[in-house]
């Protein structure tokens, strides 16, 4: 399946600055220690759900 490029690029990164946002928000800058608590939590989940596919590779094929 082709996927452009620019278009998963600007996908990946508005989700990423969503999810900062949220991160910032609910820790205060990192500051609130039971905030930060609860993302380490998840954070810890997100990437055990993550580890079955640590082994993955994707090959892509780039032309101009």
Known sequence: AEIKVDALYEKLNEE??????????ETDGSMDSEGQAKWSAKI??????????????????ITK
């Open 16 to 25: 990423m600055d969503a999810f900062q946002d949220k991160y910032d928000n």
């Open 44 to 61: 810890s989940v997100e990437l055990q759900a993550l580890e079955k596919y640590e082994n993955y590779f994707v090959r892509l094929k």
